[in-house]
């Protein structure tokens, strides 16, 4: 694997590799400026980042003190190694609501809740417990708050020969955000649009009430912009940006289709119904790793309450569990 390749002039794409992750690496991306550089994302706060990272940014001769960094959402493995890269002399930029979210998880009320949320939607959070407290997204993000500068809606970042506008994204994440480059046509669009792989759009514990509305949202406002070139946060770059909308506005309406199928069996809670969907996982639900298992049900957590936005399905509470059924 090729670790730094110049995607653009000026443009530097850093594989930060992902050790035991399905995405196998994140796309770190430095913009050299004659004054300040700009890196976008980091990786896991673990050490096989750390080398790839910082190897990656002395090679380019980028000084921490001299090159900003915009993180495009809260999790860790673009955000992780934020300590690793910030200085007293720069800046590290992120939305309001997920420079928050970073700094929440990790004070000790913040995961418990999660479990417990998780728990309530039938996920077998008792018996993982221990393993769930390994969690990537717990294990390796920041080990210290950060004090962000905040980027929002319209906020132009100058880096190189680029300026870039900050396009707020939500949905992948309550604050995802993107950058823009109007006279280039590019975007840097974190996990907001990736290509071979469809967005994990989940539920948080006090997140949005309705994450995938709020993502097939942000698609289309990102449908409405002239893009040549998506940057994306994992994996190849993409050309045709309006097809990839396209298909994944078709995948997140064929799981909201069978969502419903599944529910046809009598109410459920989003647990079960997980367990009645198609998986691109190569094997039967009860062998899941508790990861995926983990994702899967956020997956529908997020699904079911787009559904009950919509007034197609019923949520209830049944001793201390939520339960979904289909509105007749
Ligand atoms: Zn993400
Ligand atoms: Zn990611």
Sequence with gaps: MQII????????????PLPGNPLQ????????????????????????????LLNGLKS???APDKTDIFITHMHADHCGLINAVATEKNAVYCSAVDAKRINWAITPEYWPKNLAYAGSHGFPVREHRG???QHPAQKYGPDSQHDFSVAGEGDVLEAGEYAFVVVETPGHTPGHICLYEPDKKILFSGDHILDEITPNITMFYEGLPDPLGWYLQSLDKVDRMAIDL???GHQRVIEDTHQRIVE??????????EVMTVLEGGSMSAFQVAGGITWDIPCAWDKFPLQQLWFATGEIISH???LRQQNKVRRFECEGNLLFELVK
């Excluded at 913009?31 to 750390?50: A, H, M, Q, S, Y």
């Excluded at 994944?248 to 289709?257: A, I, T």
């Design 131 to 133: 393993e769930l407290l």
């Design 60 to 62: 380019l001769d980028a």
């Design 248 to 257: 994944l506005k078709q995948h997140y309406d064929n799981r909201l289709r």
């Design 304 to 306: 079911l309450e787009h």
């Design 230 to 232: 998506v940057l994306p």
């Design 5 to 16: 390749e110049e995607v653009l002039s000026g443009i530097y794409a850093i594989k930060v």
């Design 25 to 52: 690496a994140i796309n770190a991306y430095l913009i050299k400026g004659r004054e300040r550089n700009l890196l976008i994302d980091t990786g896991f706060n673990r050490v096989e980042c750390r080398t790839a």
